[in-house]
């Protein structure tokens, strides 16, 4: 059975994104308190009452609202609805999206499958291994029984096709190029059996990534909803369902 919900999680995402907007109000907070004291002009202070109502607000929603550093849970649940077969998580980083699948489809089991390189330790720091860190996730939420992990390039994996059930990937295709992109979903369909599900998700350029960082988390610059129904298309997915939640877009492909 899973453990505790959040249990020993460490899902390694930068200060700067988990609690950056802290340092923030921090010091508007401390210019309003001395613009009081010294009875600064009126546009100083609305100037940091402003940074200081937004640095809340944004700490509150991705600690409450988006949840970053806790479970996630699936945005459809029409994936994998007989709820067995076989997973592959593209790109599965600390375990974040493998954990969503297993702890919501009690009867799958899952490859976890990342290439731990560079680009790894950039979001992630540095460390132990990033083996071991998306293990000890996997063991505190208890599903490393059903999972695997395996090193691989999403853009040349090293499975043979029709080798899974199913797909999912959280918000790791988006940070290829147009190149790396069409690469990855070619292997994507490749690996998938004929009339399997594929979950992609995909950081979203809404109003509440806009809102909280600017273009700082626009993984995919301004492509849009259609420029990924588009490629998702070019490699043989029907696009079953699309839809949002906060700064993601996801989309629910059959092979």
Partial sequence: MPGPVNAHLDFGYPWWLSYG???????????????YSRQWSKWPMILFGALTLWSTAVFLLIQFGLDINGRASLPTQSFIRSGTGRVLDLGAGTG?????????????????????GDSFEAHFGRGESPQQRLLRNLKAAG????????????????????????????????????????????EAARVLKPGGDFLLM?????????????????HGGIRGSAWWAARVKEAGFQVLEEGTSPATLYFLLRR
């Fill in 202 to 218: 995909l950081v979203a350029n809404d109003r509440w990534v806009k809102f909280a960082f600017g273009p700082l988390l626009a």
């Fill in 21 to 35: 907007h802290l340092a923030v109000l921090a010091l508007s907070a401390a210019g309003l308190l001395l613009g």
């Fill in 96 to 116: 974040r999206s493998s954990i969503m699948v297993l702890a919501s489809r009690p009867q799958a089991t899952l490859v976890a499958s990342d290439l731990f």
């Fill in 143 to 186: 599903v490393d029984q059903r999972a695997s992990i395996v090193t691989a390039d999403m853009r040349k994996l090293p499975f043979e096709a029709g080798s899974f059930d199913a797909i999912v990937s959280s918000y790791a295709v988006d940070h290829l190029n147009r190149e790396g992109v069409n690469q990855a979903l070619a």
